[in-house]
Nanobody, 124 residues
């Protein structure tokens, strides 16, 4: 399985972006997908997980209020819609797939496949 993340860019505070993560090689419909991010000089951080059963888990209430995760099974693609972006959202965003069911969504150690990352920069 290969994951291709895209959609990052330079935006101003308050703007929106939609990140995409397209899988190739196998269908990912029955697997969990998550988004992580890593800001410069910081550790990798869980953003949101979209479980294979449809369960969605956000890392913080702030993310829950501004970010929306979705999937298009027909396109084998997951999306992260980010609204009201803040400078502290600046990071490289990674999508990841967990092929085992019912594991915690927020633990990056459980994910088997990773996208290459897409850079989101929020700055005025």
């Amino acid at each position: 399985v290969q994951l291709q993340a895209s959609g990052g860019g330079l935006v101003q505070p308050g703007d929106s972006l939609r990140l995409s993560c397209t899988a190739s090689g196998r269908t990912i419909n029955n697997w969990s997908m998550a988004w992580f991010r890593q800001a410069p000089g910081k550790e990798r951080e869980f953003v949101v997980g979209h479980g294979w059963s449809g369960r969605i888990t956000y890392h913080t209430d702030s993310m829950k209020g501004r970010f929306t995760v979705s999937r298009d099974n027909a396109k084998n693609t997951g999306y992260l819609q980010m609204n009201s972006l803040k400078p502290e959202d600046t990071a490289v965003y990674y999508c990841a797939i967990d092929t085992k069911r019912d594991r915690p969504l927020d633990n990056w150690n459980y994910y088997d496949y990773w996208g290459q990352g897409t850079l989101v920069t929020v700055s005025s």
